[in-house]
């Protein structure tokens, strides 16, 4: 049986293994090159539940002598996890969340489930005119968030809050989380991020940055009722 794991750690692995191939290139002294796969082998086994009952003996055997032993390393580890997939939904539960025409939310539910089927993924997201639709999972809790986006001109690189890259302007967009706690009285939280879903999950490794986002102001208005 595959460990299944989540997107985040998926990524994360893909980056440790990079990270074990560039020690190799860059370094020819055999300490420094273990030293390095011992320290991704912790890091994977905090960030990973179980990583190390199933992966321990493959890291033991290699011994950083050659790429083709990290290749072989990465070959078994890929082989033996699954990425875990994000919950189907329907359209009666986004309904009442998202302020959407309804043939909008119907195209919605049936994108992200026909995506979900093919695409590993932390969060999707998709524009709909000037507005960003974001789902997201926590705890196997579905959270949605409706937000104003603007999108970017320029040549300047941006920093998505959500994966922590940069990308071209062109690529990013500022996307807006505006809540009202009562009549007349909003807040809003704004930050960059991709504006393409795909690459975003590709390089996601943590999803605080995104609860943050998705439950911006949730506490506020559930705990109005006057003061004390
Ligand atoms: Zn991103």
Do not use: W
């Not at 969060?123 to 507005?131: R, V």
């Not at 940069?166 to 960059?192: A, P, W």
């Amino acid at each position: 049986m595959p460990l299944e794991i989540y997107n985040t750690d998926y990524n994360m692995l893909r980056k440790k293994i990079e990270q074990l191939r560039e020690t190799y290139m860059q370094s020819s002294d055999e300490n420094v090159r273990n030293v390095v796969k011992e320290q991704v082998f912790y890091d994977l086994c905090e960030k990973i539940e179980l990583f190390e009952n199933h992966f321990a003996q493959y890291f033991e055997t290699c011994k950083m002598n050659s790429l083709k032993e990290i290749d072989e390393l990465a070959a078994e580890i890929f082989k033996n996890v699954s990425v875990i997939k994000m919950p189907k939904i329907q359209y009666e539960q986004i309904v009442k969340r998202i302020k959407m025409a309804s043939k909008n939310l119907k195209e919605i539910a049936r994108n992200y489930n026909e995506t979900i089927k093919q695409e590993s993924l932390t969060y999707y997201s998709q524009i709909i005119d000037t507005k960003m639709v974001f789902i997201f999972f926590h705890d196997d809790e579905l959270h949605t968030v409706l937000c104003d986006v603007s999108q970017y001109n320029g040549v300047r690189k941006l920093h998505c809050r959500f994966c922590n890259s940069f990308r071209q302007s062109c690529e990013m967009g500022f996307v807006s989380n505006t809540i009202k706690f009562k009549k007349n009285e909003y807040s809003t939280l704004g930050i960059n991020c991709c504006l393409d879903y795909n690459k975003c999950n590709q390089d996601i490794l943590e999803t605080q940055k995104l609860t943050d986002f998705m439950s911006y102001g949730k506490n506020k208005t559930k705990t109005k009722g006057g003061r004390k």
